[in-house]
T-cell receptor
Framework: DAGVIQSPRHEVTEMGQEVTLRCKPI?????LFWYRQTMMRGLELLIY????????DSGMPEDRFSAKMPNASFSTLKIQPSEPRDSAVYFC?????????????FGSGTRLTVV | GIQVEQSPPDLILQEGANSTLRCNFS?????LQWFHQNPWGQLINLFY???GTKQNGRLSATTVATERYSLLYISSSQTTDSGVYFC?????????????FGTGTLLAVQP
């Protein structure tokens, strides 16, 4: 099992540009989470999906952020337009919902720098 | 929403020492997990432990749900244990596996 796969690992972009982060969850996991980590705010849940359906997007900072999960093996987090305050590490995690163990597996993260 | 507090905020140990990290939470939980974030930023799941006690090698964890706290024990610490330890909880009423993270304990193990 390759684990949760995120791409790219690093992204540097100019303010105003569109940024797309990608995540492939572990096969068989039916819950997917997007978190953002900053020094000031720690780990924040942005949005999560159960069975490809967005359940709670209350953590999405504003309309510039959007997330999709078109199928069980792929999700994207898009920022348009990007701003310097969006600079952070973005993590994707997956787990099994409804099973005995709800342990999360995190991807390696995408370090986003907006200049 | 539920509050998660971790203590101590940071800790320095000599290699071989033991330590106890604490996680307090403000409401009932149906999900509690401990994570280690290594110096390279990778988040590793250590335990899923909404109640009871578990052990994995030099690490063990205990959650007393009725008293709203969990403890992570590290014995015979090694330099590779350095990093940030996070406690994360999920509350009843929401989706079972939606986790809220504490602010972490920064651990430095010196040789």
């Amino acid at each position: 099992d390759a684990g949760v796969i995120q791409s790219p690992r690093h992204e540097v972009t100019e303010m105003g540009q569109e940024v797309t982060l990608r995540c492939k969850p572990i096969s068989g996991h039916n819950s997917l989470f997007w978190y953002r980590q900053t020094m000031m705010r720690g780990l924040e849940l942005l949005i999560y999906f159960n069975n490809n359906v967005p359940i709670d997007d209350s953590g999405m900072p504003e309309d510039r952020f959007s997330a999709k999960m078109p199928n069980a093996s792929f999700s994207t987090l898009k920022i348009q337009p990007s701003e310097p305050r969006d600079s952070a590490v973005y993590f994707c995690a997956s787990s099994v919902s409804g099973g005995i163990d709800y342990g999360y597996t995190f991807g390696s993260g995408t370090r986003l720098t907006v200049v | 929403g539920i509050q998660v507090e971790q203590s101590p905020p940071d800790l320095i140990l000599q290699e071989g020492a033991n330590s106890t990290l604490r996680c307090n939470f403000s409401d009932s939980v149906n999900n509690l997990q401990w994570f280690h974030q290594n110096p390279w930023g990778q988040l590793i799941n250590l335990f899923y432990i909404p109640s009871g006690t578990k052990q994995n090698g030099r690490l063990s964890a205990t959650t007393v749900a009725t008293e709203r706290y969990s403890l992570l024990y590290i014995s015979s610490s090694q330099t590779t244990d350095s990093g940030v330890y996070f406690c994360a909880v999920g509350a009843p009423g929401g989706a079972t596996n939606k986790l809220i993270f504490g602010t972490g304990t920064l651990l430095a193990v010196q040789p």
